[in-house]
């Protein structure tokens, strides 16, 4: 054999290795990899939010397990909400240490009081981590899907993640509105449009409501 085409065999064993590393799929983009992985949570929870409304709309709970609460009222406020609601089946408050666990750590999280945590979740759902609404909102917090899909809560029905979420949206809103918290919990309730388009707190029964039961509630408020 020719030494050079000896030389060429010999070293066949080693080149083939490298040659099938060149030729191989390139790595996976991790930016994609996120974009996917948002993407089918977006999709799942539009399903999820989709199947809550239609059972809504058909005069039952979206599952054996959840159930349609609504927001507290004041006496003698408007009671409309709680006359449309379904039957439901029970759903026990969480004991107040185990709220107070997930608030405490929330608030440290996010640097917020605990007590505008609290204030809320009481006002939302009153303790009760299976609570729906009639538009979809779930959990302690009472997250949309949209909201839950912003704030990376994969599970809106989970304690921990729906006060996680909660206290980050909470939080933005006060950055947003320089600490105001009238607007803060304005916007939480009826949305920051409606803030924004009156630069203060909307002329919503319901919403102004909401801003002064928690308020009263807050340590050296009225």
Do not use: H, W
Request: glycine letters at 6%; proline letters at 10%; one cysteine or more.
């Amino acid at each position: 054999m020719m030494p050079r085409l000896k030389t060429i065999v010999c070293l066949l064993p080693f080149a083939m290795p490298m040659l099938r590393a060149q030729t191989a799929a390139p790595p996976a983009d991790p930016i994609a990899l996120q974009r996917a992985a948002a993407e089918a949570m977006r999709k799942s929870l539009d399903q999820q939010k989709a199947s809550i409304q239609k059972q809504l709309q058909q005069g039952r709970p979206a599952a054996d397990t959840f159930f349609q609460l609504p927001r507290p009222t004041t006496l003698g406020a408007t009671v409309a909400a709680s006359a449309v609601a379904a039957p439901v089946p029970e759903c026990d408050p969480l004991p107040a240490a185990q709220v107070d666990a997930l608030v405490d750590s929330a608030a440290t999280r996010e640097s917020l009081d605990g007590d505008l945590i609290r204030g809320v979740i009481r006002q939302e759902s009153a303790f009760r981590p299976c609570a729906v609404s009639s538009k979809g909102a779930v959990g302690l917090m009472q997250l949309m899907p949209e909201t839950a899909l912003q704030f990376g809560v994969m599970n809106p029905f989970d304690p921990i993640q729906n006060v996680d979420g909660g206290a980050k949206l909470l939080k933005q809103l006060l950055v947003r509105y320089g600490g105001d918290l009238s607007k803060t919990l304005g916007a939480y309730n009826a949305g920051p449009a409606r803030v924004d388009a009156v630069d203060g707190v909307p002329k919503i029964p319901e919403t102004q409501d909401y801003i002064q039961q928690i308020l009263s509630m807050l340590p050296g408020k009225p």
